[in-house]
């Protein structure tokens, strides 16, 4: 068998694309002399870097699955329709390289993720011992190349991070669910897990990783447990796949778990980020702060039964911000097209000093309007999935079993 290194691009072009040009092509400054955000020294902080690529926009997990839909491409799209991304602080993601993947993942399953791409298919051996070929983690044409992107964005990321405060948004970094030797969840390789364990060799001792996806971040959170360096904390819907992340679950005190009931509203996110995620976050004192920030907690979302609008997900991660010097946003699920575009261009535009609250120009309308989906919801779409960014705000009462989570998970 081929090894992965020679594979697909070939390690010499994997290794060309890690190299200094789109290092660069991330360091430029902003045109519009617009305020930066100023660093504890009173020094500005460098322009926030966004990092995507175009291997999201032309691959897909199949016509049926729910990553079916084009959602970086999506947010990429909106963004410079709309003004807020010149090319100066875009672009596009490195595929890391087999060895790179290897500083978390079992080298015999990169070594399968690459050969059931070469092969577009697998035997039932290997499917069944890396969770390969399964209804959620299917053959696709992309299945190595795609996911191994998305790392490299996230170490591209932490290497940028490592030079100094400042904030960089990888949409495409969320896979929040891979194990080290088996895919889970629609997720290959850990990007998250992959990028902090570079920030870690990079020498920072402190990073909190704040997961809002409605499904609980076990990828990560298993990857560092007993790891004091390394504090992950998770808000996800109770009593759903992956069913693990119960309030109680502290992996050995480098976790927070925060299972939230179903109908969960904007006022019991802003409830939970004030009294639960921000006082935690403060306590651990982060030298880096990771958020992943999944869209599949928003109401019109088909794989959760939370009911947030954007504003909740953009309130926690501007609340975030503030945590440490140095940030990295990374994405996670969300599986309509028009919530997840929407929810990830406001995160840039919150990111970037721009206002998510804009209505969409011309040309981020036709954007939205050229979307599709397969799902019922998809077939006669609401006018505000193309006349907004913004959602109606969903407020609530804060109910019994949230403030018993909250006042559970300090304790
Ligand atoms: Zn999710």
Same mark, same amino acid.
């Given at each position: 068998?081929?090894?992965?290194?020679?594979?697909?691009?070939? !390690?010499?072009?994997?290794?060309?694309?890690?190299?200094?040009?789109?290092?660069?092509?991330?360091?430029? #400054?902003?045109?519009?002399?617009?305020?930066?955000?100023?660093?504890?020294?009173? #020094?500005?902080?460098?322009?926030?870097?966004? %990092?995507?690529?175009?291997?999201?926009?032309?691959?897909? &997990?199949?016509?049926?699955?729910?990553?079916?839909?084009?959602?970086?491409?999506?947010? %990429? +799209?909106?963004?410079?329709?709309?003004?807020?991304?010149?090319?100066?602080?875009?672009?596009?993601?490195?595929?890391? $390289?087999?060895?790179?993947?290897?500083?978390?993942?079992?080298?015999?399953?990169?070594?399968?993720?690459?050969?059931?791409?070469?092969?577009?298919?697998?035997?039932?051996?290997?499917?069944?011992?890396?969770?390969?070929?399964?209804? +959620?983690?299917?053959?696709?044409?992309?299945?190595?190349?795609?996911?191994?992107?998305?790392?490299?964005?996230?170490?591209?990321?932490?290497?940028?991070?490592?030079?100094?405060?400042?904030?960089? &948004?990888?949409?495409?970094?969320?896979?929040?669910?891979?194990? !080290?030797?088996?895919?889970?969840?629609?997720? &290959?390789?850990?990007?998250?897990?992959?990028?902090?364990?570079?920030?870690?060799?990079?020498?920072?001792?402190?990073?909190?990783?704040?997961?809002?996806?409605?499904?609980?971040?076990?990828?990560?959170?298993?990857?560092?447990?007993?790891?004091?360096?390394?504090?992950?904390? $998770?808000?996800?819907?109770?009593?759903?796949?992956?069913?693990?992340?119960?309030?109680?679950?502290?992996?050995?005190?480098?976790?927070?778990?925060?299972?939230?009931?179903?109908?969960?509203?904007?006022?019991?996110?802003? &409830?939970?980020?004030?009294?639960?995620?921000?006082?935690?976050?403060?306590?651990?004192?982060?030298?880096?702060?990771?958020?992943? $920030?999944?869209?599949?907690?928003?109401?019109? +979302?088909?794989?959760?039964?939370?009911?947030?609008?954007?504003?909740?997900?953009?309130?926690?991660?501007?609340?975030?911000?503030?945590?440490?010097?140095?940030?990295?946003?990374?994405?996670?699920?969300?599986?309509?097209?028009?919530?997840?575009?929407?929810?990830?261009?406001?995160?840039?535009?919150?990111?970037?000093?721009?206002?998510?609250?804009?209505?969409?120009?011309?040309?981020?309308?036709?954007?939205? !309007?050229?979307?599709?989906?397969?799902?019922?919801?998809?077939?006669?779409?609401?006018?505000?999935?193309?006349?907004?960014?913004?959602?109606?705000?969903?407020?609530?009462?804060?109910?019994?079993?949230?403030?018993?989570?909250?006042?559970?998970?300090?304790?």
């Amino acid at each position: 068998m081929i090894p992965p290194d020679a594979s697909p691009d070939g !390690r010499s072009a994997v290794r060309a694309a890690t190299a200094a040009p789109q290092a660069r092509a991330c360091e430029g #400054k902003r045109p519009d002399g617009r305020a930066r955000r100023l660093r504890a020294d009173g #020094k500005p902080s460098p322009p926030p870097v966004f %990092i995507g690529g175009e291997i999201y926009r032309h691959s897909s &997990y199949g016509t049926r699955h729910p990553l079916s839909i084009p959602r970086v491409s999506t947010a %990429i +799209d909106l963004c410079r329709a709309m003004g807020w991304l010149d090319g100066a602080v875009y672009c596009d993601g490195p595929m890391a $390289s087999a060895a790179e993947l290897a500083r978390f993942h079992d080298p015999a399953f990169i070594d399968a993720v690459w050969a059931a791409e070469a092969a577009q298919r697998v035997d039932p051996v290997t499917s069944a011992r890396f969770n390969l070929g399964r209804i +959620d983690n299917p053959i696709f044409p992309e299945m190595y190349r795609r996911p191994a992107t998305s790392a490299g964005a996230a170490l591209l990321a932490a290497d940028r991070l490592a030079e100094g405060p400042g904030v960089v &948004y990888s949409p495409a970094s969320g896979t929040h669910h891979a194990r !080290r030797d088996r895919a889970s969840g629609f997720c &290959y390789f850990n990007a998250p897990v992959l990028g902090i364990l570079r920030l870690l060799d990079h020498g920072f001792r402190r990073v909190l990783y704040v997961d809002i996806d409605a499904h609980h971040g076990d990828g990560v959170e298993e990857a560092f447990a007993g790891d004091g360096r390394v504090l992950t904390i $998770s808000v996800h819907e109770a009593n759903r796949w992956p069913f693990t992340g119960t309030v109680e679950d502290r992996a050995g005190g480098t976790a927070r778990n925060l299972p939230v009931p179903q109908g969960f509203n904007d006022t019991e996110m802003a &409830y939970v980020m004030e009294n639960a995620v921000l006082p935690l976050g403060r306590t651990f004192a982060p030298e880096v702060l990771v958020i992943q $920030s999944g869209a599949d907690a928003l109401a019109e +979302d088909p794989l959760s039964r939370l009911e947030l609008s954007n504003h909740a997900l953009w309130d926690a991660v501007r609340g975030l911000i503030p945590l440490a010097p140095r940030v990295l946003v990374v994405g996670g699920g969300g599986y309509n097209p028009w919530t997840v575009g929407r929810c990830w261009a406001g995160i840039w535009a919150i990111l970037s000093g721009h206002d998510p609250c804009e209505a969409p120009t011309p040309e981020a309308e036709d954007v939205l !309007r050229a979307l599709t989906w397969h799902r019922a919801a998809g077939r006669n779409p609401p006018d505000h999935w193309f006349t907004t960014f913004a959602d109606t705000p969903r407020p609530g009462p804060v109910r019994d079993a949230v403030r018993a989570v909250v006042e559970e998970v300090l304790r």
